[in-house]
């Protein structure tokens, strides 16, 4: 059982879907016990990041997202993946969930924001699992990005700047753009992400 974390700010519907046409089934829960019986946690989210960490926060989720995280696949997703990070600087700074290193700040581009449509991903060397969606165009909708060292850069995209589409330190998976609005190259993506974070 997938579990996708309730913290009243997600895009949880489709999400749940994307899993199903893979085979997987999901429940949404923000209880600790349904959440650590789960093979993997998903983190969606839409809004911004401030009021998401406020949000987890007050369900008591922090400490328990973290441990879920250093012992099962663990994936967010847009303002999920944003959370994954150490900070956030959207409405004032926010402490992140600190799974992966770095900061979540605006973009920095003479394009206009919020970057809303479909981009090409840039595969980066040595994620194989990923390497057949090079240059296939997925959805995005945000105004920041996650600033993080090179190591933790699956994939990209160019929006007058590089821009993080995927990151990765262990088993700790983020996509920015949205997998369940991305059709069949975002249900691969998600399919990839199961694939890889199982072996």
């Given amino acids: 059982m997938i579990a996708i974390v309730d913290y009243g700010m997600g895009n949880v519907a489709s999400v749940a879907t994307a899993f199903k046409r893979l085979g997987y089934d999901t429940v949404l829960t923000d209880d600790k016990?349904?959440?650590?019986?789960?093979?993997?946690?998903?983190?969606?989210?839409v809004g911004s990041f401030n009021a998401a960490m406020k949000e987890i926060e007050a369900r008591d989720l922090t400490e328990t997202l973290q441990q879920l995280a250093a012992e099962k696949p663990f994936l967010?997703?847009?303002l999920g993946m944003?959370?994954?990070?150490?900070k956030g600087f959207e409405h004032g700074e926010s402490r992140g969930l600190d799974?992966?290193?770095g900061t979540v700040e605006k973009i920095e581009t003479d394009y206009l924001l919020p970057h809303i449509g479909w981009n090409a991903l840039t595969i980066k060397n040595g994620?194989?699992?990923?390497?057949?969606?090079?240059?296939?165009?997925v959805y995005f909708v945000h105004s920041f990005e996650a600033r993080t060292n090179q190591e933790n850069l699956v994939a990209t995209?160019?929006?007058?700047?590089?821009i993080p589409?995927?990151?990765?330190?262990?088993?700790?998976?983020?996509?920015?753009?949205?997998?369940e609005k991305s059709g069949e190259v975002g249900v691969g993506?998600?399919?990839?992400?199961?694939?890889?974070?199982?072996?």
């Fill in 33 to 45: 016990q349904q959440l650590a019986a789960a093979s993997h946690i998903i983190l969606p989210g």
């Fill in 76 to 78: 967010g997703i847009c």
């Fill in 82 to 86: 944003q959370l994954l990070f150490t």
């Fill in 99 to 101: 799974l992966i290193p």
């Fill in 127 to 137: 994620h194989e699992a990923f390497d057949s969606y090079q240059d296939k165009h």
């Fill in 157 to 162: 995209t160019d929006y007058g700047t590089e």
């Fill in 165 to 179: 589409a995927i990151v990765r330190k262990g088993n700790v998976f983020g996509i920015q753009f949205h997998p």
């Fill in 189 to 199: 993506i998600l399919k990839a992400f199961l694939q890889e974070a199982n072996q």
